[in-house]
C-alpha cells in the first residue's frame, strides 16, 4: 500500500509560483507511477501531470505545459510539482495519486491511491 500526504498549497497572486510536494510512505512508492490531479470547485478531477517510476519521463496537461513541472526523489519518497506562471484558472484542490501497475494513464480510475488534497488559489 501506499499513502499520500500532499502539502504546500495556499493563495498566490497571478503570476506566482508555488511548490508541491507529496510524501509518501510504503514500499511500493519507487516502484509506482505518480500523477498530479486537480479539482476546481463544479468541474470534474483532472489530469495535471503525471512521471513513470521507471525513469525520468513526464506528462503534462495543455493548459500547464511549459509552465509547471513534476518531479520525483525516490529516496525521499517524495514527488514534486513545480507551478510557475500561475493563472487564476489554476485555482483548485490538487490532489497526488498513485498507480502501483504501471498503466500509463493519466485517467483518474487508473490510479490506486490518492492523498488528501492541498488548495492552491490563484487570485487576479
Known amino acids: 500500500q501506499v499513502q499520500l500526504v500532499e502539502s504546500g498549497g495556499g493563495l498566490v497572486q497571478a503570476g506566482g509560483s508555488l511548490r508541491l510536494s507529496c510524501a509518501a510512505s510504503?514500499?511500493?512508492?519507487?516502484?509506482?507511477?505518480m500523477g498530479w490531479f486537480r479539482q476546481a470547485p463544479g468541474k470534474e478531477r483532472e489530469f495535471v501531470a503525471a512521471?513513470?517510476?521507471?525513469?525520468?519521463?513526464?506528462y503534462y496537461a495543455d493548459s500547464v505545459k511549459g509552465r509547471f513541472t513534476i518531479s520525483r526523489d525516490n529516496a525521499k519518497n517524495t514527488v514534486y510539482l513545480q507551478m510557475n506562471s500561475l493563472k487564476p484558472e489554476d485555482t483548485a484542490v490538487y490532489y497526488c495519486?498513485?498507480?502501483?501497475?504501471?498503466?500509463?494513464?493519466?485517467?483518474?480510475?487508473?490510479?490506486?491511491?490518492w492523498g488528501q488534497g492541498t488548495q492552491v488559489t490563484v487570485s487576479s
Open positions: 495519486a498513485a498507480d502501483q501497475y504501471y498503466r500509463g494513464s493519466f485517467e483518474v480510475p487508473s490510479y490506486d491511491y
Open positions: 510504503g514500499r511500493t512508492f519507487s516502484r509506482s507511477d
Open positions: 512521471i513513470w517510476w521507471s525513469g525520468p519521463r513526464t
